[in-house]
């Protein structure tokens, strides 16, 4: 069955670092675009950050934009988030979702997302 | 910036129709898409396309979009249709999310 699994969280220092991973089963992961969305602590959803089937097109929320980058590796089935200069605004649950539409060029799939992870928890704390 | 505005809260008795509104400039003119999301669970979608249900959600889940508002209704609640529930839609290079509106099965 479809499957998404993310690891990496912990807790960081404001201004640290950290890489979250995304480990896809049970779909071919080089034909769909894939989002990181986070949920702060009894917050709703946030969209953070997406990229196309085949790496070549990233977007990302103003909110995280020069310090969260979006990746991918087809062959190892994984999405990445790499996590620089972290501010406490950025603790939150870390989700990642697929999109629901395979080799959809735009970030406009309108299908919507129709897998999530369980997500992993990232504290950004002195 | 354009922006999704849903009620923070909907009580419904059990049996009866719950509505769950989302409100944004011309979001009729837009695809709109609902998550649930039960407590300490990950969203599941559950109405894409405006009014497509994914295979394995009930039939009592449906969506309707016009004008400047996007309507989830549920027929017939259930207890377990107690959730957040999410509204999405896309707007230029930007995925967004409607603030959440919790549904109480009273």
């Known amino acids: 069955q479809v499957q998404l699994v993310e690891s990496g969280g912990g807790v960081v220092q404001p201004g640290g670092s950290l890489r979250l991973s995304c480990a896809a089963s049970g779909f071919t992961f080089s034909t769909y675009a894939m989002h990181w969305v986070r949920q702060a602590p009894g917050k709703g959803l946030e969209w953070v950050a997406f990229?196309?089937?085949?790496?070549?097109?990233?977007y990302y929320a103003d909110s995280v934009k020069g310090r969260l980058t979006i990746s991918r590796d087809n062959s190892k089935n994984t999405l990445y988030l790499q996590m620089n200069s972290l501010r406490g605004e950025d603790t939150a649950l870390y989700y990642c979702?697929?999109?629901?539409?395979?080799?959809?060029?735009?970030?406009?799939?309108?299908?919507?997302?129709?897998?999530w992870g369980q997500g992993t928890l990232v504290t950004v704390s002195s | 910036s354009y922006e999704l505005t849903q009620p923070p809260s909907v009580s419904v008795s059990p049996g009866q129709t719950a509505s769950i509104t989302c409100s944004g400039n011309n979001l009729g003119d837009k695809f709109a898409c609902w998550y649930q999301q039960r407590p300490g669970q990950s969203p599941v979608l559950v109405i894409y396309q405006d009014t497509k249900r994914p295979s394995g959600i009930p039939e009592r889940f449906s969506g309707s979009n016009s004008g400047n508002t996007a309507t989830l209704t549920i027929s017939g609640t259930q207890a377990m249709d107690e959730a957040d529930y999410y509204c999405?839609?896309?707007?230029?290079?930007?995925?967004?999310f409607g603030g959440g509106t919790k549904l109480t099965v009273l």
């Open positions: 979702a697929k999109d629901g539409v395979p080799f959809c060029s735009t970030i406009s799939c309108i299908d919507g997302f129709d897998c």
């Open positions: 990229i196309r089937y085949d790496g070549s097109n990233k």
């Open positions: 999405q839609a896309w707007d230029s290079s930007t995925v967004l």
